[in-house]
């Protein structure tokens, strides 16, 4: 079982919006902040934005005012992602990381969940 777990996944046409999901698993608690990635076909995995338990959003300057992060990390060890106004250049898988505490092991890390899909077609 992972520490994260995606959803919300999907194709949605340009201009379209989604709703991804991502809720720590029973192996992971204490989580300072989470946050989301994605990794475009053939490129670099890169930074979207993240949530701190207290509830502060940051977001890269490449979603700002499309995307929407929000949840609840500090209690229910959940995050949102709503995405608008959605571009082809969007379409990436979206990995959700979290920085938390390993319930077996104790260890403080970064730990992550597979991913999903969001493709945005023209």
């Known amino acids: 079982q992972d520490h994260l777990v995606e959803s919300g996944g999907g194709l949605v046409q340009a201009g379209g919006s989604l709703r991804l999901s991502c809720a720590g698993t029973g192996r992971i608690f204490s989580i300072d902040k989470m946050t989301w990635y994605r990794q475009g076909p053939g490129k670099q995995r890169e930074w979207v934005g993240d949530?701190?338990?207290?509830?502060?959003?940051?977001y890269s300057e490449l979603v700002k005012g499309r995307f929407t992060i929000s949840g609840d990390v500090a209690r229910k060890y959940t995050m949102f992602l709503d995405m608008s106004s959605l571009k082809p250049e969007d379409t990436a898988v979206y990995l959700c990381a979290a920085e938390g505490r390993d319930t077996a092991t104790m260890y403080f890390g970064l730990y992550w969940g597979q991913g999903t899909q969001v493709t945005v077609s023209s």
């Open positions: 949530i701190s338990a207290d509830g502060v959003t940051n």
